[in-house]
């Protein structure tokens, strides 16, 4: 079974992808680890427990040796983070799939887009060639596109301008609530 690391679980972005995971029966289909950057060591908290870790513990987010042993890696921890770790572990010879919510590597060369309603054909191009960078779009931009996606399909639009509060959820669930 694959081994995916999980980071950033506890976030507004993270809660709600663990939150919909769980809602899906995603966990049922690999063997999730759960990582931490501030409680390494600490058992699992009680919303993490019967998703199918096989340890009872939390490891460290910033351990390459830990990291390394995930088949794949998704974070919602940010870019700070991202940049921190991604390079390295790359460098340490990981060849897993990092698939990340942060805006760091989203111009980078060896990174996808990830928005399916939209740019499915893209994805799938980008598996048979084996990419292993996987990264979503600005939520704002994506939202968009996803509700124009057939205005777009249709070459119906010439451009879009966007605004929004982000700002505002920017700042953490304990801002927004």
């Known amino acids: 079974m694959l ?13 709600v992808l663990v939150d919909r995971m769980k809602a ?3 966990f049922s289909t690999f063997e999730p680890l759960f990582f931490t950057t501030s409680n390494v060591g600490a058992p699992l908290p ?3 427990l019967g998703l199918g870790s096989p340890l009872e513990y939390l490891l460290d987010a910033y351990s390459l040796e830990e990291l390394s042993q995930c088949d794949a890696i ?32 989203r111009m980078s060369d060896e990174s996808v887009l990830i928005l399916d ?14 990419n292993k960078t996987w990264v979503g779009s600005n ?4 939202l968009m596109l996803i509700a124009i996606n057939g205005l777009i399909q249709n070459d ?13 959820s920017g700042a953490g669930a304990a801002q927004v609530k």
């Open 3 to 15: 081994s995916v690391g999980i980071v950033g679980w506890r976030g507004m972005v993270g809660s």
């Open 24 to 26: 899906e029966r995603d």
């Open 46 to 48: 009680k919303e993490l």
């Open 74 to 105: 998704i974070t919602c921890q940010g870019a700070d983070y991202t940049q921190d770790i991604y390079y390295k572990l790359r460098q340490s010879g990981w060849n897993g799939h990092w698939i990340d919510a942060a805006s760091a590597l």
């Open 117 to 130: 309603p939209v740019n499915r054909s893209v994805i799938d191009a980008a598996l048979t060639r084996g």
């Open 139 to 142: 939520c704002t931009v994506g």
């Open 156 to 168: 119906w639009v010439e451009w879009v301008s966007t605004m929004t509060y982000q700002s505002a």
